[in-house]
C-alpha cells in the first residue's frame, strides 16, 4: 500500500541554518502531497502542499517540491528561528476505498531551534 | 485559530465511564475524520464520513462509537474504554470527500482513561 517515509530526528539547529527535512513515499498513482507542523498541546497545522509533478509548495519560507523521479517532498527552509521548533509530519492523500480518501503520515521529525 | 472546533480540551475518564467527544465545523465541508494520535507518534486513521455516512472504519473496536448528526457535527461517543486509549483524538474536515484537498485538523480532546 501506499507509504511515506520521513526522517525522524530529532533535529537540533542554531537560530538562522538552514533546514532541510527528508520525505519520500511509495504511492500508486500521483497523490498528493503534504507537510503539516504540529506545535506542542495543538493539533496538526498545514504548512504547504502539492498536487501534481514538479510542483513547489511553500509557506512562511518553506518550500518542498514534489519530485515524481525520485519520489520525494523534500521540506527545506533556508533560515530557521526558534519559533519554527515543532514536529513536522509529510503526509500523502490516499485513496482508502471507493468511498474517498484519507491522509496517510510519515513518522514525524521534531525540530529543536536554540538562540 | 483553527476552524475545527473539538470540545472538551481535556477529559478524564474512568474505564466504565459514557462520554462523548465533539467537533463543528462550518465551512461547509462534507467529509469529516477521526484521528487518534499517542505521544510522540503519528496521527492514525480511525473513522471517515462522506455526507454524513461512515464511509470508512478502520477496524476500530466498537468501544469508540462515532455518529454525524449533519454535515457541522462530528461525535466520538466512547464507552468501556482501557488505559491504552489515552491519546488524543483529533477531529478533521475536508471540502471534498475524494480529491486530494487538505484536511483541517482541530486542536484535539486530550483523553486520559484511570
Not at chain 1, 542554531?14 to 498541546?41: M, R
Not at chain 2, 491504552?84 to 470527500?97: H, Q, V
Request: with cysteine; hydrophobic share 30%; proline share 5%.
Amino acid at each position: 500500500g501506499n507509504s511515506v517515509t520521513q526522517m525522524e530526528g530529532p533535529v537540533t539547529l542554531s537560530e538562522e541554518a538552514f533546514l532541510t527535512i527528508n520525505c519520500t513515499y511509495t504511492a500508486t498513482g500521483y497523490p498528493s502531497l503534504f507537510w503539516y507542523v504540529q506545535y506542542p498541546g495543538e493539533g496538526l497545522q498545514l504548512l504547504l502542499k502539492a498536487t501534481k509533478a514538479d510542483d513547489k509548495g511553500s509557506n512562511k519560507g518553506f518550500e518542498a517540491t514534489y519530485r515524481k523521479e525520485t519520489t520525494s517532498f523534500h521540506l527545506e527552509k533556508g533560515s530557521v528561528q526558534v519559533s519554527d521548533s515543532a514536529v513536522y509530519f509529510c503526509a500523502l492523500s490516499d485513496r482508502i476505498d471507493q468511498a474517498g480518501t484519507a491522509l496517510i503520515f510519515g513518522k514525524g521529525t521534531t525540530l529543536s531551534v536554540s538562540s | 485559530d483553527t476552524e475545527v472546533t473539538q470540545t472538551p480540551k481535556h477529559l478524564v475518564m474512568g474505564m466504565t465511564n459514557k462520554k462523548s467527544l465533539k467537533c463543528e465545523q462550518h465551512m461547509g465541508h462534507r467529509a469529516m475524520y477521526w484521528y487518534k494520535q499517542k505521544a510522540k507518534k503519528p496521527p492514525e486513521l480511525m473513522f471517515v464520513y462522506s455526507y454524513e455516512k461512515l464511509s470508512i472504519n478502520e477496524s476500530v473496536p466498537s468501544r469508540f462509537s462515532p455518529e454525524c448528526p449533519n454535515s457541522s457535527l462530528l461525535n466520538l461517543h466512547l464507552h468501556a474504554l482501557q488505559p491504552e486509549d489515552s491519546a488524543l483524538y483529533l477531529c478533521a474536515s475536508r471540502s471534498e470527500t475524494g480529491g486530494n484537498s487538505p484536511l483541517h485538523f482541530g486542536n484535539g480532546t486530550r483523553l486520559t482513561v484511570t
